[in-house]
């Protein structure tokens, strides 16, 4: 089984539809992350939590909103999604650190806005 | 602030020949870097790092990488390439301090022909 999972892998939904994405780990880490992935664009930090009561913007965050609701899951949420979300989104988790700690990351979801 | 950047979009070698990709950084500190893998239809996954320790650093599957300060450069290398090494390659540096966060260049498409 993966260390960390996320579902869906893909999702095709419309314009103004609610989407939650989630993730789930079993490595036991504390920090827990959400990125999303566009064609020339590296990988864009959307989220971060670094436990549960611990949730913090990146780069990108509007649009999006998260839930930390255990140390294990993570989700996001696009709460009207519109079609420049359409993009794969990744999770990742990492251990407590001084910035020296990898990140471990999941398949992605595809998701496409109509 | 950080920056990373990856010089090439798209990198081709035959199979047998030298893999290079470039990564320069920026950052006022200190930095800790990072390669990763993306094969098609998956996550990222962790090649090696650098946290101050030795300047070449070794990683999985026959790719090391030598950390210059005076070039400010972590280039990836690999002496043989194979035709399984045909992936998305991206440079990532921490931002340091007690937030652990990823910065990731644009990323490199490396084909290997035949």
């Known amino acids: 089984d993966a260390d960390v999972t996320q579902t869906p892998r893909n999702r095709i939904t419309k314009t103004g539809k609610r989407i939650m994405l989630e993730c789930s780990q079993t490595k036991g880490h504390d920090r827990m992350y959400w990125y999303r992935q566009d064609p020339g664009l590296g990988l864009r930090l959307i989220y971060y939590s670094f436990d549960v009561k611990d949730i913090n913007k990146g780069e990108i965050s509007d649009g999006y909103s998260v839930s930390r609701q255990a140390q294990a899951k993570f989700s996001l949420s696009l709460e009207s999604a519109i079609p420049n979300q359409t993009a794969l989104y990744f999770c990742?988790?990492?251990?407590?650190?001084?910035?020296?700690?990898?990140?471990?990351f999941g398949d992605g979801t595809r998701l496409s806005i109509l | 602030a950080q920056s990373v950047t990856q010089l090439g979009s798209h990198v081709s070698v035959s199979e047998g020949a030298l893999v290079l990709l470039r990564c320069n950084y920026s950052?006022?500190?200190?930095?800790?870097l990072f390669w990763y893998v993306q094969y098609p239809n998956q996550g990222l996954q962790l090649l090696l790092k650098y946290t101050s320790a030795a300047t070449l650093v070794k990683g999985i599957n026959g790719f090391e990488a030598e950390f210059k300060k005076s070039e400010t450069s972590f280039h990836l290398t690999k002496p043989s390439a194979h035709m399984s090494d045909a992936a998305e390659y991206f440079c990532?540096?921490?931002?340091?301090?007690?937030?652990?966060?990823?910065?990731f260049g644009k990323g490199t498409k490396l084909s290997v022909k035949p």
């Open positions: 990532a540096v921490s931002d340091g301090g007690s937030q652990g966060n990823l910065i």
């Open positions: 990742a988790t990492s251990r407590t650190g001084m910035g020296n700690q990898p990140q471990h």
């Open positions: 950052s006022s500190v200190p930095p800790y």
